[in-house]
């Protein structure tokens, strides 16, 4: 079974403390997608990167950065956390060009600040 | 602005009913995907169409794409609280994979 692995489930943090979250894939995708899910406003794109050492701007990068060094691992870096980043974030992968299986998702991590 | 509008929001259904779930766009859509979302968990994929016109359908979940490109629904037949949950409808827009903002559905007995 293909899998997509975040770190962390649940996470506290405290405000304007440096946040890692870790994602890895084990199925050799070229592409890879940090996602954070709020009420009401559903999936929003934060970061995507199509290769090593590359990464694009979603639609929400704003207080986040990103990083990938390695192909199966991508890390979406909150650089001074603030509770307004307390949320659900996912991550996902999929082959270039896009296969019939789709983008495979994490199960998600729960980031609260407090 | 939603690129990707999707109807109802919210859907309660007695168990045993059908149901349908639509997603619209303004724009053709070149690979549209519904997932599947447990409360508080992650996504898990049920299908991908990319042809106008093309439907798939796993176990009692029907999922079609229409003529134009622009449109999907997902059907459940004679639904079961193991359906429930939110739905999401993707899509590759400008190459990235952008989402509708889910519809919730409880099946109660």
């Known amino acids: 079974d293909v899998k997509v692995t975040q770190s962390s489930r649940y996470l506290v943090k405290r405000t304007g403390e440096k946040v890692f979250l870790e994602c890895v894939q084990d199925?050799?995708?070229?592409?890879m997608f940090w996602y954070r899910q709020d009420p009401g406003l559903g999936l929003r794109l934060i970061y995507f990167?199509?290769?090593?050492?590359?990464?694009e701007k979603g639609d929400i990068p704003e207080g986040y950065s990103v990083s990938r060094e390695k192909k199966e691992r991508f890390s979406l870096i909150l650089e001074s956390a603030s509770t307004n980043q307390t949320s659900m974030y996912l991550c996902a992968s999929s082959s270039h060009p896009v296969g019939w299986n789709g983008y495979t998702f994490g199960s998600g991590t729960r980031l609260t600040v407090v | 602005s939603q690129e990707l509008e999707q109807s109802p929001q919210s859907l309660i259904v007695q168990e045993g009913k059908n149901l349908t779930i639509n997603c619209t766009s303004s724009?053709?859509?070149?690979?549209l995907y519904w997932y599947k979302q447990k409360y508080g968990e992650g996504l898990i994929f049920l299908m991908m169409?990319?042809?106008?016109?093309e439907e798939k359908s796993h176990e009692k979940i029907t999922a079609k794409l229409d003529e134009k490109k622009q449109q999907s629904s997902l059907h459940i037949t004679a639904s079961q609280p193991s359906h429930a949950g939110i739905y999401l409808c993707g899509a590759d827009i400008t190459d990235k994979l952008i989402f509708g903002t889910g519809t919730r559905l409880q099946v109660f007995p």
């Open positions: 724009k053709t859509l070149y690979g």
């Open positions: 169409l990319q042809k106008g016109g």
């Open positions: 990167s199509y290769d090593v050492k590359m990464k």
């Open positions: 199925m050799d995708h070229e592409n």
